[in-house]
């Protein structure tokens, strides 16, 4: 069992940066591969980023071109999404989530076991 909790979110001019954190509680951090993904009012949940166990690997969903950046602290249980330059298409509630590590990249949130509360972002222009 693994509990996720975010922070970090609040609201960020376009063209500024937001760094979220998920802390996360229980069982072997290391033994998931984490994501985060982001649910904008009236629409699907999609993902944003994913890394491996280790965080030597991550992935990312086209339109971060570049502006996000995924990581992790094994030894503080913390994955982290660093936004910068958010636009204002980037509003949505950003979720982490967790899921045993596999040998390929999880994009899908029904793949994913674990999921912390949610944090809003806001960006204005």
């Known amino acids: 069992q693994v509990q996720l909790v975010e922070s970090g979110g609040g609201s960020v001019q376009a063209g500024g940066s937001l760094r979220l954190s998920c802390a996360a509680s229980?069982?072997?951090?290391?033994?998931?591969?984490m994501g985060w993904f982001r649910q904008a009012p009236g629409k699907e949940r999609e993902f944003v980023a994913a890394i491996s166990r280790s965080g030597a690997s991550t992935y990312y969903a086209g339109f971060v071109k570049g502006r996000f950046t995924i990581s992790r602290d094994n030894a503080k249980n913390t994955v982290y999404l660093q936004m910068n330059s958010p636009e204002p298409e980037d509003t949505a509630v950003y979720y982490c989530?967790?899921?045993?590590?596999?040998?390929?990249?999880?994009?899908?949130?029904?793949?994913?076991?674990?999921w912390g509360q949610g944090t809003q972002v806001t960006v204005s222009s």
């Open positions: 229980g069982h072997s951090f290391m033994s998931y591969d």
């Open positions: 989530a967790a899921v045993p590590y596999g040998n390929k990249w999880y994009v899908n949130d029904y793949e994913y076991n674990y």
